[in-house]
C-alpha cells in the first residue's frame, strides 16, 4: 500500500466517523441544550408571599396590582365571654364593636391609594402603601414595603374639652413592612411602626407610640391559610403600669379563604377596633377575660381600566 | 512535484472534514424566544395568556424535539389572574416549566426548503403530569431557518389541574394552546 493510498483510508475514516459520531454525541445533548438556553430568570420577584393586602388587624407587605380595585368590607363583633359576651349577647354577635368599608387602588403594581371610614369615632382614613423591596429567588431576601395611613376623627366632641383644636382629630401611622416567603407555605412578616397622635387618651401615656408587629401566614390547602399577627404596644414607649386603664396589645388569628378575586377572611382577635390608628392605642380587651371577638373580611377585586389591544384582552361576558 | 499533490490533497481532505462536520452540526436547531399563547373560553369569560420566552431545541438526525416553556412567563392582562394561575393552577414553585419532547415523524426535510405538515409524537409534561400527546404541528424551512406553528388543546383534568366549583363557569375545561418559534441552525463553537 502507497502513502497515498494509506491517506485516503485514514480521511475515508475520518469522514465516516465524523458522520457518525457528532449527531450520536449530539442527539444526547437535546437536553443539555436546551438546559443551556434556560429562559427562566432567577431574579424575577417571589409572588403571592400574602394573599391580601391586610393579615388579621395589620397590614402585609402586599399591595393592589396595578388598576385594581379592592373593596374592603371589615366587622368586629362584641366580646364572646366576660361581663359584655355570654348567651346574653349571643357571644357578642349582638354588638358591632367597629365596621370598616375601604376602597384599595392600584396605581402602579407597587404603589396603593386606599381611602376608607370607621364606625370608631367615625374615622376616615387615607392611606398610601409603596413596596420598596421585592424578594427574589436569588438576591434580594425580603420584601420592603411602607406605609402612611393619616386617621380623621370625624364625629362630634363628646364634651367641650374634646378636639379644642381641629388638629387634634388626626393622628398618623408610619410603618415598615418586612417580609419573606419562606417557603410556598410559609410566610413571615414582621413591622415596626410609629403612631403620632395629637392628644393621649389619659395623663402618663404617650402621644406618640412605638410598635413592633409580627405575623405569619401558613397555608393549609391551595386556597385556604391560616394567618396571625400580633403588635407589641405595652413596654415599649407605653408603660402600662403607669396608666389607669389596662392596655392590651393586640393579637388576632383567623382563617383567610380565597376563591379568584374574592378574600374572605373569619377572624379572632381582642382588639375591638380595626384601624391601625384607633387598635394600637385603644386595645382595652384581653384574649385571656373574655375580651375575645368574632370578625370577618369580604374582599372583592375589581380590574379597571381593561386593555385596549383585543389580543391581550380578558373578558367577562 | 509531490509537495504540491500532497498539499492540495491535505487541503482537501481537510475542506471535506470541516464540510462534513459543519453539515451535522448544522443540524441541530434552536430557538430561545418561543411564543406561546393561551386561551380559555368559556360563555361566562375569555381568558388569554402570552409568553414569548419558550425554549426549545430540534436535533435533525434524531429528529428529536423538546420545548420548554417557563410557566411564570405566561403574562395576563390581568396581574392578581397571573398570581392565581400560578399559585392555584399551575403550582409555578413547584412545576416551574411545561414541557414537551418527542420525535418528528419522518417525511419532514429540514435541510431542504419547503412547507411540511407533520405530527410529533411524545410527551407533554404540564404541572408534573406527564401526557402521550401526538401534536401536528406545521414546519416552514427556508434558508436554514425553521419556521415552527403547532396548535392543540390541553385538558387541565388530564394533567391534575383542578378547578373549584365556584369558578368552574369562568375557566375552560380545556385551554387553548398556540406555540410558534423560529429555529435557527446552531453555530458550532
Partial sequence: MNKSGLFFNVLGSLIAL???AVPAVKAQDADSLLRSMDTLSKSEPVQAVFKATRIVLSHSTETQKKHDLDLRIRHHFGD???RFGSAHTLYGLDVASDLFIGLDYGVTDDFTVAVGRSKQDETFNFSGKYKLLKQQDTGM?????????MGWVAREPFNENEFTSYADRFSWFFQGLISRKLTSRLSLQVMPGYLIRQVSMEPGDPRNLFVLGFA??????KRLSFVADYTLVNGLSRQPDNLANAYYDPLGVGLEIETGGHIFSLNFM??????ENNFIPNTKKSWGKGGVRFGFTISRNFS???SKDPGKQSKIY | MTWVRKTIEWGLAMALVMAAQSNVRAQNYSCNSISTWIFSSTPLEDIRAESAKGSGVIVAATRAVVVQIPVKTLEFERKLMQEHFNENYMESDRYPYARFKGTLDPGADLSKDGTYSVNVGGVLSVHGVDKQRTIPCKLLVKNGVVNVEAQFKVACADHNITIPRLVFAKIAESISVRISGQFHALKQN
Avoid at chain 1, 141 to 149: E, G, I
Fill in chain 1, 18 to 20: 465524523s458522520w457518525l
Fill in chain 1, 80 to 82: 364572646i365571654g366576660g
Fill in chain 1, 141 to 149: 431576601p425580603v420584601n420592603l414595603t411602607l406605609l402612611a395611613q
Fill in chain 1, 216 to 221: 405569619g401566614r401558613m397555608k393549609l390547602t
Fill in chain 1, 270 to 275: 381582642n382588639s375591638e377596633y380595626i384601624l
Fill in chain 1, 304 to 306: 379597571l381600566f381593561k
